[in-house]
Nanobody
């Protein structure tokens, strides 16, 4: 499985970005997908995850009510809509593919990452 992210960039605080991640393999419909992020000098942090049906969704407390995860199984694509961005959201964002949930161990495929930079 190959995951390719896009949509990162630089925005001012309060702005919005939409990340996309397309998966190459045909198993996309049967697994969970999600997003993690890593800020400079910090550990990997779970951001959001969605089950294969799209019904079950989980968010980190730090992004609730600001970020929205969604998936389009027909396009093998997962999205992360990020609104009201804060400087603390600055990080490399990774798309992940595996089981549903917030644990790093749940995911066995990772994208190459896309940089998101939020200036104050």
């Amino acid at each position: 499985v190959q995951l390719v992210e896009s949509g990162g960039g630089s925005v001012q605080a309060g702005g919005s970005l939409r990340l996309s991640c397309i998966a190459s393999a045909g198993t996309f419909r049967s697994i969970g997908v999600g997003w993690f992020r890593q800020a400079p000098g910090k550990d990997l942090e779970f951001v959001a995850g969605v089950s294969w049906t799209g019904v079950s969704i989980v968010y980190a407390d730090s992004v609730k009510r600001r970020f929205t995860i969604s998936r389009d199984n027909a396009k093998s694509t997962v999205y992360l809509e990020m609104n009201n961005l804060e400087p603390e959201d600055t990080a490399v964002y990774y798309c992940v593919h595996g089981l549903y949930g917030s644990l790093i161990a749940n995911y066995d495929y990772w994208g190459q990452g896309t940089q998101v930079t939020v200036s104050s």
